[in-house]
């Protein structure tokens, strides 16, 4: 048995992970958490790569209590699609009072079995990063890895597949398109974990540091303010800038999460959206929210206003203001005054802005529909 501390910025487990793998039949793994990062990186594994190429079967579990955010689903199907012998659950349970926390990894080569046991999440954090930045990013982590062979091998292989077994008759082990865990892994995309910075003893207490960093990637403007033009019923024309910029389209056809927010604070069910531009060269998303609302347009020529949340660079939250509403008019103002005719039409307005700018103008803004701070490190 081998036993490592890992320290920020090197990249121990995924590195102990990879090298278990190297001649292995058949592995595994299950952590409590994950992230977009995470998950890539360990397919990029030279041996679990080239084990799956060959093949090989290889059944990842991840937890949806925290982080696991629907980034990480939508990454984790895009993997599915990739290796046929590739296979995904999501754990999922509804016990308050418990969290889904194991973080462990397993290879079979023949009869022997190998175990890679810690602390470490499947977040670049967690399996470790490699940077020259001061201070190092990650985290502290612990790890094992252990070899059996024999009798020994038989008794933890049981145990893994009695495990596995129970999982299963229980249903906690997911598909990745259960309704309930896009909700989940939306809901988890609202969290911002914040810490405020150390203070002197007796001074004031500085404010909270907002982070919009998902994966160690900067989110942007994270509320998008736009006005939607007269369109087929069930579409937003966003433009091109916003569809590329704030949604993330790159050019080719990307699976995305949308998931409407009522003016009274109720989230619909979260709907898989594709996102890409047909042959028209439009720029629209289907948001099925506006088809059921009239197209008003107001005296001055005002139209409805889409106000969208994005959650993580995948997933998004959004709800319709109609120019009858009674909030309208503090949003409208958002924007600035409204343009001038060119013509039959004229230009959209729109701006991207924090959640704390909207919170600002708009008081009773649902609650659902912004980010929500934690005080707390990230698990």
């Not at 252990?146 to 049981?158: D, I, K, L, T």
């Not at 500085?206 to 990637?217: A, F, Q, R, S, Y």
Request: hydrophobic share 40%; net charge positive; charged share 25%.
């Amino acid at each position: 048995m081998t036993f490592v501390f890992q320290q920020p910025g090197s990249a121990n487990l995924l590195e102990a992970i990879d090298a278990v793998a190297a001649n292995a039949s058949s592995g595994g793994g299950v952590f409590a958490f994950a992230s977009k990062g995470g998950i890539d990186a360990l397919f990029a594994c030279p041996n679990i790569s080239r084990m799956l190429a060959r093949r090989r079967p290889y059944h990842l579990i991840v937890g949806i209590d925290a982080i696991t955010n629907a980034e990480a689903l939508l990454c984790l199907s895009d993997k599915l699609r990739k290796f046929r012998t590739l296979t995904a659950n999501v754990f999922f349970h509804e016990n308050p009072g418990s969290t889904f926390h194991p973080k462990f990894s397993w290879f079979r080569e023949g009869r022997d079995l190998r175990l890679v046991t810690g602390s470490g999440n499947l977040t670049l954090r967690g399996v470790g990063q490699v940077t020259v930045a001061v201070p190092p990013s990650g985290n502290w982590e612990a790890f094992s890895v252990q070899s059996f062979v024999g009798a020994q091998a038989r008794v933890v292989n049981r145990q893994i597949d009695g495990w596995l077994d129970t999982q299963r008759i229980a249903g906690t082990l997911c598909e990745l398109d259960d309704a309930r865990i896009r909700d989940r892994a939306m809901s988890n995309g609202r969290i911002r974990y914040t810490k405020a910075p150390a203070r002197a003893r007796h001074a004031p207490a500085p404010p909270i540091v907002h982070t919009t960093l998902v994966d160690g990637v900067e989110l942007g403007p994270e509320v998008l303010v736009r006005e939607i033009p007269l369109n087929r019923t069930g579409q937003a024309d966003v433009g091109k800038r916003v569809l590329t910029e704030f949604f993330g389209y790159e050019g080719k056809a990307k699976n995305v999460f949308i998931q409407y927010v009522s003016l009274d604070d109720e989230p619909g069910p979260v709907e898989p959206k594709r996102l890409f531009v047909n042959k028209s060269r439009n720029y629209r998303l289907e948001l099925s929210a506006i088809a059921e609302l009239e197209y008003d347009i107001g005296d001055d020529d005002r139209r409805m206003i889409l106000v969208a949340t994005k959650l993580d660079h995948r997933s998004f939250r959004y709800t319709i203001l109609p120019v009858t509403s009674d909030s309208y008019s503090a949003v409208s103002a958002l924007l600035g005054p409204v343009p001038a005719r060119r013509g039959k039409s004229r230009l959209m307005r729109e701006d991207r802005i924090s959640p704390d700018t909207l919170r600002n103008a708009w008081p009773n803004v649902p609650n659902n529909l912004l980010p929500v701070d934690v005080l707390t490190p990230e698990p």
